[in-house]
């Protein structure tokens, strides 16, 4: 609370000033007014720490950059949703495939019931010939055991010199006892795809098999899977430095207590993850990819990413979208909610012109960026910058002064503006970083299953496999197969799937 201590005049000193003449009177009042000045000072400042408060309070993952885990367990206050309301009608849409259960033209099993008796008469039908039949089909599983293989290799004498001479054993199978690729698979699979933890992976074997693994042997399988996909890795990191479009973004990860970060470039068709002890731009180096890159790099502000150069940069607008709702919500500002209904207008218009022609009109381009600064300008009016500080109490802290959030959301968009709105001037750009986001939301699903990693290693194994399946998938190629063929030494390498 402001210090209300204010030191007003005593009788005596008011009866002295009177004595002393217009001027003792009038700097004695004067006293009074500055101490009141002071006080109203810091009512202002404090008005406005009070308010930066309720504004860091009302943030959460709808009105800002926050993860939804941020919000906690209380039930958010409906807002405003992002999504403009779409032309479709609710339901599958028209042309969609569906996924009806149709029978098969070759089944596995076929079993014959026969008729023994006329149902009418009660004859016997056992000798007559069937005229027609009627077929139903059943879809199970058939029963799940883990088969056991003995390689026995031959040993014989040479009856000419006496010689000993031993079969050879096939590729992979080189211990006394050891598990096939089909349970290094399924070990890997539950773990990777859908992050269950190892103790309910070898319970799963137990369960579905009736044959524990160990969880040993589990962790082994991950780790050897990690070398296996290890060409499919650099594989995609190649294809990734000569992307037209990148999208980047990074996250924190919780490995052996500590926070790290998880790193990731991905197209539509690639995916690569990297974990590292840092967010910035000696991460970026260790991966390798954006020192070469020199397309257009999709990120979310993040300063670091500006570090390189030779590639143009575009700004998720997704994020914009979501701060210009909270200054509109928060300070009661309508240029913001006007800024957001032009950005997701141009994004309309870019849609529908995308299939006829390659770029929008110049006229059309010119009056998009007149609307775009006419709005900053009325932004800025109803934010004027803070006053100058006084020289002769400069700022205790170093570098620019503190600004209110609008008035930095405002320099952002106003310095930015060719990267903001990068998807109205290439139709190659996307309107949002959304693609990466995804990319990171499944890797942050196995934190707050596994509650973190326990080794660094262990992180970047995951990772690696991650991005490996992650490719996969967004290649329409079978996960699980993907992963027997990379333990058979086989990996699905993306290059080898482009037409």
């Not at 885990?69 to 032309?87: C, E, F, I, V």
């Not at 200054?327 to 032009?342: F, K, M, N, R, S």
């Not at 399946?469 to 699980?480: D, E, H, L």
Request: proline share 7%; aromatic share 8%; with cysteine.
């Amino acid at each position: 609370m402001a210090n209300m201590n204010i030191r007003m005049p005593t009788r005596e000193a008011i009866h002295a000033a009177f004595e002393q003449g217009e001027a003792a009177i009038v700097e004695l009042f004067l006293d009074v007014g500055r101490q009141l000045e002071g006080v109203a000072k810091q009512w202002e400042q404090q008005a406005t720490a009070l308010k930066e408060l309720q504004a860091r309070l009302d943030k959460n993952s709808r009105n800002s950059s926050k993860p939804p885990s941020s919000d906690g367990y209380r039930k958010p206050k409906r807002t405003a949703s992002l999504r403009k309301p779409g032309q479709k009608p609710n339901g599958g849409q028209v042309g969609h495939d569906g996924h009806t259960l149709t029978p098969s033209d070759n089944p596995e099993h076929t079993e014959i019931h026969p008729v023994e008796a006329c149902g009418q008469c009660g004859a016997s039908l056992n000798e007559v010939e069937a005229t027609a039949h009627e077929e139903r089909q059943v879809f199970d599983l058939p029963a799940i055991r883990i088969e056991v293989t003995a390689h026995r290799a031959e040993i014989k004498s040479c009856p000419a010199c006496g010689a000993e001479s031993r079969g050879v054993f096939p590729a992979g199978v080189s211990g006394r006892v050891q598990y096939g690729p089909a349970v290094k698979t399924w070990a890997t699979y539950f773990q990777s795809q859908p992050f269950v933890p190892v103790e309910r992976t070898a319970q799963i074997f137990e369960d579905l098999l009736n044959h524990r693994v160990a969880e040993a042997t589990i962790i082994k399988a991950g780790q050897e899977l990690s070398g296996c996909v290890a060409p499919a890795t650099e594989a995609v990191k190649t294809e990734l430095r000569q992307a037209e479009v990148l999208h980047t973004d990074e996250s924190g990860l919780r490995v052996h207590g500590k926070l790290h970060w998880l790193h990731v470039a991905a197209t539509d068709r690639l995916t690569d993850y990297e974990v590292h002890a840092r967010r910035g731009q000696a991460a970026m180096e260790d991966a390798g990819i954006l020192p070469a890159f020199q397309g257009t790099m999709v990120h979310d502000h993040w300063k670091a990413y500006f570090g390189y150069q030779d590639c143009r940069h575009a700004l998720c607008n997704a994020h914009h979208l979501r701060e210009l709702q909270f200054i509109e919500q928060h300070y009661g500002q309508a240029w913001a909610a006007t800024l957001a209904e032009l950005l997701l207008d141009i994004k309309t218009v870019v849609d529908d012109t995308r299939p006829h022609r390659p770029r929008l009109a110049p006229e059309l381009l010119a009056e998009f960026e007149r609307c775009y600064d006419r709005i900053i300008d009325i932004g800025y009016e109803a934010n004027p910058r803070p006053a100058p500080e006084d020289n002769e109490n400069p700022p205790k802290k170093r570098g620019r002064p503190k600004q209110p959030p609008p008035l930095n959301l405002l320099d952002r968009l106003r310095d930015f503006k060719p990267q903001v709105l990068a998807f109205m001037y290439d139709f190659r750009v996307p309107f949002d970083n959304n693609l990466a986001e995804r990319d990171v939301r499944m890797v942050k699903v196995k934190q707050k299953v596994s509650g973190g990693f326990r080794t660094l290693a262990g992180a970047k194994d995951f990772a690696r496999i991650r991005g490996y399946i992650s490719t996969a998938r967004k290649n329409a190629v079978n996960v699980f197969g993907a992963i027997r063929e990379a333990f058979g030494g086989k990996p699905f390498i993306p290059s080898a799937a482009l037409p």
